[in-house]
């Protein structure tokens, strides 16, 4: 059985760096954060968890966000799951890639925090 966590963000990022800035970004949301460390460490989690929202680095080692986002969108109980795309590309070839694998918004690094709570706040209208 997947637990839904009550406004509950996953931020999924090989690099601890970048998931400590975006979780103290957030930290003041009164969500409760879940990080993982690679596309497959995110995709174990999912089948206990199902949180509220994802921030996805595209960028990772062990398997691209963008792999990582079709597998999460190829899954009945979690394709209703927003992924906002966080990349140090900006190119518009990743933004492209990012709509058509079922990104909802993509944000660049170095992420600017009015633009991330303003997308959290978006895609998370109740929280």
């Known amino acids: 059985m997947v637990e839904s966590l009550e406004t509950s963000i996953l931020i999924v990022d090989d690099s601890t760096i970048n998931t ?51 597998r999460i969108k190829n899954s009945s109980s979690r394709a209703d799951i927003p992924i906002i795309f966080i990349s140090s590309s900006d190119c518009s070839q990743d933004r492209a890639t990012a709509k058509q694998v079922g990104g909802a918004s993509y944000l660049t690094k170095p992420v600017d925090v009015k633009e991330l709570l303003s997308q959290i706040e978006f895609h998370l209208p109740w929280a």
Do not use: W, Y
Request: charged share 25%.
């Open 20 to 70: 400590r800035i975006i979780a103290k970004m957030i930290s003041d949301l009164n969500h409760q954060v879940l990080i993982a460390n690679s596309g497959p460490e995110a995709l174990k989690l999912l089948t206990t968890f199902k949180p509220s929202l994802i921030l996805l680095d595209i960028k990772m080692l062990k398997m691209d966000g963008f792999e990582c986002c079709k």
